[in-house]
C-alpha cells in the first residue's frame, strides 16, 4: 500500500462506519479467512461490519471462527442489498474485478460507498479509492496481516483472527509448498500461531473432513485423467452425471486438479467440471514452473488468476470444451517443453 493510501485508509476508519465485506463469488479458503479475520478487527474497532457471500461456499470452511454471522447474497437476498446499500465503505477482498461476484455485480456498481482492494491477483481493475495489490503474495490473508501492521493495530489479532488467516495463508499456498510462500509468510504464521492459531486443528479440520461419497468422487476423477505426454499436460473431467452419483457437495472437487500436476513431468494440469445449473463447464488450471495459466485462461476461458493458479469457464458441452483446449494446445507445445 503506498503512503498516501495509509493515510486515507486510517482517515476512513478513524470514525464508526457501515461497512460491509466481500469475498469472490465461491469463496475459498483465503476468501473466508481474510474477510472474516478483517470483519472481527472492524467489529473490534467500533465499526459495523458484516461478511457478505456472493454465495454458498464448502462446509469444510463453515467451522470458521465468526462463520454464524455470514450473510449470504442467494440466500439473504434482501438483507444483503440492504447492506450493500447503506453501507459507507466495502471492502473487496481476494478478488480484482466486480465481475468476479456473479449476481452481486450490479448491486456493487450501484452502491455509493467507497471501495477498498485487498488482493493478489493480477491485473487488478481500477475501481477503490485505496487498491492494495501485490501480486507476489501468496494470499489475501497475508495481505490483511500486513494491513494490519500498517494501522499498528497487529496487538488486536485474537486467536479467532488468527485462525482465519492462518486458515487461508495455508489454503492458497498449499500448506505452504507453492512457490509464493516467503520467510515472511513464514513469519506471519509464528506470529498468527503465538496470537493462538492451532495449526494441527486448523489442518485437520479442512482435510480430514472427507465424506466417503467425496472419495468415491475423487476415484473417479483419477480413473479420468488423461495424460498428453507430448505437451507434458494431464487433465481430469467430471460430468454432471458423474457428480450426481457421487452426491456431489460443494467443495468436493476442491483439490483434484493437483492429482494431475502431481505427474512426474507434467506442467500444466486441468480438470473442466460439468454445471448442467448453470449451463456452463466450470475450469481450473494449475502449472508448475513458469508457464502462465492465468494468460491461459484469460485467452481461452474467460477466467484469470495466478501464474501457476488460475480459472474459468466455458459455455460450450464437456466434450466440446476439451476438444476446444486439446485444439489450442499446439500453440503452447514450446512454452510447455521449455
Ligand atoms: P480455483 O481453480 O481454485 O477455483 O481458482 C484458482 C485461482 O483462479 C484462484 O485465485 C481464483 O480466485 C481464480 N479464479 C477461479 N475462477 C476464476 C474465474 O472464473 N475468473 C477469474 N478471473 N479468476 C478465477
Ligand atoms: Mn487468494
Not at 481474510?34 to 457478505?52: E, P
Not at 494440469?269 to 502449472?287: H, T
Amino acid at each position: 500500500m503506498k503512503n498516501a493510501e495509509i493515510v486515507l485508509l486510517k482517515e476512513l476508519l478513524a470514525s464508526p462506519k457501515k461497512i460491509v465485506i466481500i469475498p469472490h463469488k465461491n469463496p475459498d479458503g483465503d476468501a473466508m479467512g481474510s474477510t472474516l479475520a478483517l470483519g472481527q478487527y472492524l467489529t473490534k474497532t467500533g465499526h459495523s461490519a458484516t461478511v457478505i457471500t456472493p454465495n454458498d461456499y464448502p462446509k469444510f470452511l463453515k467451522w470458521l471462527p465468526g462463520d454464524n454471522q455470514v450473510v449470504n447474497f442467494e440466500f439473504q437476498n434482501k438483507k444483503a442489498k440492504r447492506l450493500i446499500k447503506e453501507a459507507e465503505l466495502i471492502f473487496t477482498l481476494d478478488f480484482n474485478s466486480l465481475s468476479r461476484v456473479g449476481d452481486m455485480q450490479h448491486d456493487l456498481e450501484k452502491a455509493t460507498a467507497q471501495f477498498i482492494m485487498i488482493d493478489h491477483h493480477q491485473q487488478p481493475d481500477d475501481y477503490a479509492v485505496v487498491t492494495y495489490s501485490d501480486v507476489t503474495v501468496c494470499a489475501t490473508c497475508q495481505m490483511v496481516y500486513h494491513t494490519f501492521e500498517m494501522l499498528d493495530a497487529t496487538h488486536l489479532v485474537d486467536a479467532d483472527m488468527a485462525t482465519c488467516l492462518y486458515t487461508g495463508i495455508m489454503t492458497d499456498t498449499g500448506s505452504f509448498r507453492f512457490r509464493s510462500t516467503t520467510a515472511t509468510t513464514h513469519r506471519v504464521i509464528a506470529n498468527l500461531i503465538e496470537k493462538g492459531a492451532d495449526n494441527a486443528y486448523i489442518h485437520q479440520q479442512i482435510f480430514d473432513a472427507n465424506s466417503y461419497e467425496r472419495m468415491q468422487l475423487l476415484g473417479t476423477a483419477l480413473t479420468n485423467l488423461v495424460k498428453l505426454e507430448e505437451y507434458q499436460t494431464a487433465y481430469i473431467t467430471l460430468s454432471q452425471e458423474e457428480l450426481d452419483k457421487h452426491n456431489y457437495q460443494k467443495g468436493d472437487t476442491e483439490g483434484f486438479v493437483n492429482y494431475g500436476l502431481s505427474l512426474d513431468g507434467v506442467v500444466l494440469a486441468l480438470i473442466f467440471i460439468e454445471n448442467k445449473q448453470e449451463g456452463i463447464v466450470k475450469i481450473s488450471l494449475r502449472s508448475k514452473g513458469d508457464f502462465s495459466v492465468n494468460l491461459m485462461a484469460r485467452e481461452h476461458f474467460e477466467g484469470g488468476g495466478h501464474t501457476n493458479a488460475a480459472g474459468g469457464k466455458s459455455d460450450r458441452s464437456l466434450q466440446e470444451t476439451v476438444d476446444y483446449f486439446i485444439s489450442i494446445l499446439p500453440q503452447y507445445k514450446e512454452a510447455l517443453n521449455e
